[in-house]
Nanobody
Framework: QVQLVESGGGLVHSGGSLKLSCAASGFTLNYFAVGWFRQAPGKEREGVSCISATDESTYYDDSVRGRFTVSRDKATNTVYLQMNNLKPEDTAVYYC???????????????????????WGQGTQVTVSS
């Protein structure tokens, strides 16, 4: 089946690190841009990061810039989100998303609604304690 599979979430103390993974089954994720999003309880979804497929350009929300790094391992068809110096405000469910028609690049990656992405991962919980 065609889907995204996420892993790597967990509980970490403030200042700690986690590395999230986003892997595809049924298609080659290497050909498409991938966005990372998060949603905390009672809050709207917000964009975190995006990595393009055409030129590997990366994009970050100001709240995570300098702390998070998105990367791609083409050998394993996986996109990663390395999260360093985590803060309690980073606590959320993290999702990866892509669209085989729209996401060759990261253009407009954080302006699309949830329904405008073809695939979403199941979400992985990241909890950062004070």
């Amino acid at each position: 089946q065609v889907q995204l599979v996420e892993s790597g979430g967990g509980l970490v103390h403030s200042g700690g690190s986690l590395k999230l993974s986003c892997a595809a089954s049924g298609f080659t994720l290497n050909y498409f841009a991938v966005g990372w999003f998060r949603q905390a309880p009672g809050k709207e979804r917000e964009g975190v990061s995006c990595i393009s497929a055409t030129d590997e350009s990366t994009y970050y929300d100001d709240s995570v810039r300098g702390r998070f790094t998105v990367s791609r391992d083409k050998a394993t068809n996986t996109v990663y989100l390395q999260m360093n110096n985590l803060k309690p405000e980073d606590t959320a469910v993290y999702y990866c998303a892509t669209d085989r028609i729209l996401m060759l690049t990261c253009a407009g990656w954080n302006s699309r609604g949830v329904s405008e992405y073809e695939f979403w991962g199941q979400g992985t919980q990241v909890t950062v304690s004070s």
